[in-house]
């Protein structure tokens, strides 16, 4: 005898044919994210068409089944696995980028790569800033659902700044559009706004119109390196102070630059090996490139132990690469992390470095810190051996005092990669019961059948680690 669930996926492929698969690979590719947490769905839609959300939807809300959007998987909260099971909407086939070069826009649909519509605009001479270090797996979907950030967040922003229009499905099924491609719009709710950061639980996107700006004509970059973290940091406020606004201005504290050299098996600056690092990108016309040259020739570099000037286009590959080496390298320090990606106001960065260097003392642990120093947003990364009982609790033990310390400095638990399961347990850290009441309102408005990536940003940890369908647990989210 079928069960209810089991009838309703026939029905689903009745509806859809060969859009739908239930065979196990497809199955288990669709099961977790970036952070490797697994549930299994019981079938994947490959959506081939905008209408097929509407008919998943509708299905899901008549047969009570769960449904989660998944754009590239790149995730790194478990925000993308099917934690209660059911249907996952694959998005990838939706992919189209079409740029409107005389109107500045993008009209992207959602399971575009981001780097494609970077690379689209940059053939019409715009730019699309937003630039995760995941660009080449992440969907514009799942930027604009998580809100992604990224490299050159110090003086562009993040993803919600360059969303003009979304259009999509409410959990219901009915289709709606929120905004208009135009650069002006002041009807009714700004919905779109609502969907942009919700992790995929108010609605999914098929299609979006990005705002892009001209491309800058000219970019330079610089590796500078520092006597002690505080210096480096001191610099970033000295910058800030100067109302100086750099692309990128990305800060790697000691112990990842030494975790680095040990695992290149080279000094980044032979004259003062494991310095705290800031890597800096500037761009604009020759002009603007002097000015800003010359205060950081003038103004910064006579505060560090070593200074450096890209010459080329390969040497700013190879500042970048100083950068991007650093995920893989803390591997050395164990072969788990717990990848935060906590916020602190510009003024508390000294306070979380201090207590990042008790946290250290206290775990026992080893926790390489690097990241947009400019927003003062930082990838703590807390490492552990997963086989190490004792080193997996001292692991979660220090995540939580992070979040503590991290709440009473002003901060917030997550600058970009959001909540989903992994960060369930400090939302109420962060949030008084009054917003959180506000937030479950409004989804109980647009869901009320809660379908819609069940469980994900208000499940506290205790509930999820103990589902028993979760088939692996690994807390080694790797990211940037
Ligand atoms: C190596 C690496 C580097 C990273 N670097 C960064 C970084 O620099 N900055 C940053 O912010 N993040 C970063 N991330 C995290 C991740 O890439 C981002 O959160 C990204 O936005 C997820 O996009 P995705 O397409 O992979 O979405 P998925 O992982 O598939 O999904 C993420 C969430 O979005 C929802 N979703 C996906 N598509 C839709 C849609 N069409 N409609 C509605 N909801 C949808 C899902 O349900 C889920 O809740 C990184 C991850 C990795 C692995």
């Known amino acids: 005898m079928p069960t209810a669930h089991e009838i309703a996926t026939l029905s689903l492929k009745q509806h859809l044919g060969s859009a739908v698969s239930t065979d196990a690979d497809a199955l288990y590719r669709a099961s977790?994210?970036?952070?490797?947490?697994?549930?299994?769905?019981?079938?994947?839609?490959?959506?081939?068409?905008?209408?097929?959300?509407?008919?998943?939807?509708?299905?899901?809300?008549?047969?009570?089944?769960?449904?989660?959007?998944?754009?590239?998987?790149?995730?790194?909260?478990?925000?993308?696995?099917?934690?209660?099971?059911?249907?996952?909407?694959?998005?990838?086939?939706?992919?189209?980028?079409?740029?409107?070069?005389?109107?500045?826009?993008?009209?992207?649909?959602?399971?575009?790569?981001?780097?494609?519509?970077q690379q689209s605009a940059e053939s019409h001479g715009w730019m699309y800033p937003p630039d995760p270090s995941s660009v080449k797996h992440s969907t514009i979907g799942g930027n604009l659902a998580c809100n992604a950030g990224g490299l050159r967040g110090a003086k562009y922003g993040v993803t919600r700044d360059y969303v003009v229009a979304l259009e999509g499905y409410l959990p219901t099924g009915e289709r709606v559009c929120w905004g208009r491609p135009l650069r002006k719009w002041a009807v009714g709710y700004n919905m779109r706004d609502l969907w942009i950061g919700s992790e995929g639980t108010l609605g999914v996107i098929t299609k979006a119109t990005l705002r892009l700006i001209p491309r800058p004509e000219q970019k330079a970059t610089f590796l500078a390196a520092f006597a002690s973290e505080e210096e480096a940091l001191n610099a970033v406020i000295k910058i800030a102070e100067a109302r100086f606004i750099p692309v990128a201005l990305e800060f790697l504290d000691t112990e990842s630059v030494s975790g680095l050299e040990n695992f290149t098996g080279t000094s980044v600056f032979p004259e003062c090996p494991g310095a705290a690092i800031?890597?800096?990108?500037?761009?604009?016309?020759?002009?603007?490139?002097?000015?800003?040259?010359?205060?950081?020739?003038?103004?910064?570099?006579?505060?560090?132990?070593?200074?450096?000037?890209?010459?080329?286009?390969?040497?700013?590959?190879?500042?970048?690469?100083?950068?991007?080496?650093?995920?893989?390298?803390?591997?050395?320090?164990?072969?788990?992390?717990?990848?935060?990606?906590?916020?602190?106001?510009?003024?508390?960065?000294?306070?979380?470095?201090?207590?990042?260097?008790?946290?250290?003392?206290?775990?026992?642990?080893?926790?390489?810190?690097?990241?947009?120093?400019?927003?003062?947003?930082?990838?703590?990364?807390?490492?552990?051996?997963?086989?190490?009982?004792?080193?997996?609790?001292?692991?979660?033990?220090?995540?939580?005092?992070?979040?503590?310390?991290?709440?009473?400095?002003?901060?917030?638990?997550?600058?970009?990669?959001?909540?989903?399961?992994?960060?369930?347990?400090?939302?109420?850290?962060?949030?008084?019961?009054?917003?959180?009441?506000?937030?479950?309102?409004?989804?109980?408005?647009?869901?009320?059948?809660?379908?819609?990536?069940?469980?994900?940003?208000?499940?506290p940890y205790p509930a999820w680690e103990k589902r028993p369908e979760k088939i692996r647990l690994a807390w080694d989210h790797r990211g940037d």
């Open 32 to 117: 977790f994210d970036g952070m490797k947490l697994s549930f299994l769905p019981s079938a994947v839609v490959s959506v081939r068409n905008d209408a097929h959300v509407g008919s998943v939807l509708k299905l899901a809300n008549l047969h009570n089944v769960p449904v989660t959007t998944r754009g590239g998987g790149t995730s790194l909260t478990a925000s993308a696995s099917p934690f209660k099971g059911g249907w996952v909407l694959d998005m990838t086939p939706l992919n189209s980028v079409e740029i409107d070069a005389l109107e500045g826009l993008a009209h992207v649909e959602a399971g575009a790569i981001v780097a494609t519509v």
């Open 278 to 459: 800031l890597l800096i990108e500037i761009d604009g016309n020759a002009s603007q490139i002097e000015t800003q040259r010359a205060f950081l020739r003038n103004t910064i570099a006579p505060l560090t132990k070593g200074f450096r000037t890209a010459n080329s286009e390969e040497e700013a590959e190879s500042f970048w690469n100083v950068r991007r080496k650093c995920s893989p390298a803390m591997f050395a320090h164990g072969d788990s992390k717990l990848n935060e990606d906590i916020v602190v106001p510009l003024r508390s960065q000294l306070k979380l470095i201090e207590f990042l260097r008790t946290l250290r003392t206290s775990s026992g642990l080893h926790i390489p810190t690097f990241g947009h120093a400019a927003d003062g947003n930082f990838h703590v990364n807390i490492m552990y051996n997963r086989d190490d009982a004792n080193a997996c609790e001292r692991a979660k033990k220090a995540v939580k005092e992070l979040m503590s310390a991290v709440v009473s400095m002003g901060g917030a638990i997550s600058g970009e990669h959001g909540i989903g399961l992994a960060k369930s347990d400090y939302l109420r850290l962060q949030c008084s019961d009054n917003e959180l009441q506000a937030m479950l309102a409004i989804k109980k408005a647009l869901d009320p059948k809660g379908i819609l990536n069940p469980g994900k940003i208000f499940t």
